[in-house]
């Protein structure tokens, strides 16, 4: 007895969840008193009816789209920037969609179809205006950043190096909304669904440790900016290149060699990073180690490297080049020369043309490149007397 009233009160608690999630889609409870009359004289021709509703509703809709652009458009006009019209723009495309689909929806109760047939093609329509919306929020969701950014004063978080981490966390939004929406009119209860992505949450946790790891840290280096997309970079393990591309999961370089290195974000955010492009500017200086002769002219030797740095076309001209001696050698007078170069990539070739420019200009002015010297002193050793008999 006690176990048919506890199966009886699940049932009815199940049917109570049920009638809750059932969706309602019927649009002609929504009809004003004041077109009752016009709907009951069209109902008994519901092909008529649908074609009258959807030129009605197309029409509003254009007309309607068309004084909320001219009226927003001429406000965004006064701005300097274009994102706003875009964001206009993506805002009122799906305006004569949902009218239309509104439209069908009214049609729809027309008929004398079956109620699950009708509410089948409700939630058709309704899946349809849903999934425009949702795909108009999520091109507005860059637009409406970049604009937010561009007030830094008021808003100092969000900044266009952090633009991409609040546009994922949008859309993750967005379509779980969407998603939500979309069970609502499909009569599905999330409750469960809610609980089973726990636990498979939790699974996917563990078994994506490091996938979630380079998520976070590339979270954090889009946030940290210790460096950007364009920028030349060199790893710690020796990896020297520009960045191509910089990814939730990992960053990209593509090296001198034209080779593509893909390094995970988890890595690279715990790894110490020379960044050549960073400063106040994107320059990059050359050193140039160079040995003469001990006994040269050190300012003829000082001339000739300037002279050289300076006829060099893709050396910069400011700063200027240096020239310093650092060092008495073992064989030579070490000098260096210190120019300035407009991008960190053209170092290698630059350097090869720099070397190759003094060595000829050495040779044309007498300036000896010694080699290494290494005086041996033999120290003769007395002789040992030899024992007498």
Do not use: C
């Not at 706003?84 to 993506?90: A, I």
């Amino acid at each position: 007895m006690e176990a048919n009233e506890s199966a009886g009160t699940e049932t009815q608690q199940a049917a109570a969840v049920e009638e809750v999630f059932k969706p309602d889609l019927s649009m002609t409870h929504y009809i004003p008193d004041w077109l009752q009359p016009v709907w009951d004289f069209f109902a008994p021709y519901p092909f008529f009816l649908t074609i009258l509703l959807i030129l009605f509703a197309y029409g509003f809709g254009r007309l309607l789209r068309f004084v909320i652009s001219r009226s927003l458009l001429k406000i965004t006009a006064r701005t300097a920037t274009k994102a706003d019209n875009l964001l206009v723009e993506y805002l009122i495309h799906p305006l004569v969609l949902t009218m239309v689909t509104l439209a069908m929806m009214l049609a729809v109760s027309a008929y004398n179809l079956s109620e699950n047939l009708t509410q089948a093609l409700l939630g058709i329509l309704a899946t349809i205006m849903l999934f425009s919306w949702t795909r108009a929020g999520m091109r507005a969701v860059r637009v409406v950043l970049e604009l937010v950014a561009d007030n830094r004063h008021r808003f100092d978080i969000i900044q266009e190096r952090t633009i991409p981490v609040f546009s994922i966390a949008l859309k993750i939004l967005l379509i779980g909304l969407a998603t939500y929406v979309f069970m609502m009119i499909w009569g599905i209860n999330p409750t469960a669904w809610l609980a089973s992505a726990g636990v498979i949450g939790i699974a996917v946790g563990f078994a994506a440790k490091d996938t979630l790891a380079n998520l976070f840290s590339g979270i954090s280096i889009i946030a940290d900016a210790p460096y950007k997309i364009g920028d030349f970079i060199v790893l710690d393990t020796g990896e020297r290149g520009r960045v191509t591309n910089l990814g939730m999961r990992s960053t990209r370089l593509l090296t001198l060699d034209d080779v593509e290195v893909t390094v995970p974000n988890a890595v690279i955010a715990n790894a110490k990073i020379i960044n050549e492009s960073g400063g106040p500017w994107v320059k990059h200086r050359i050193r140039v180690p160079v040995g003469v002769a001990y006994g040269s002219d050190v300012e003829e030797v000082s001339r000739i490297l300037e002279e050289t740095a300076d006829a060099h076309a893709e050396v910069v001209k400011q700063p200027s080049a240096r020239v310093r001696l650092r060092a008495f050698g073992a064989s030579s007078l070490d000098f260096e020369l210190l120019v300035w170069i407009d991008h960190p990539q053209l170092r290698g070739r630059i350097l090869h043309d720099l070397l190759k420019s003094i060595y000829i200009a050495f040779q044309q002015n007498g300036v000896e490149i010694p080699f290494p010297q290494t005086d041996i002193h033999l120290r003769s050793m007395p002789e040992k007397e030899q024992p007498q008999d």
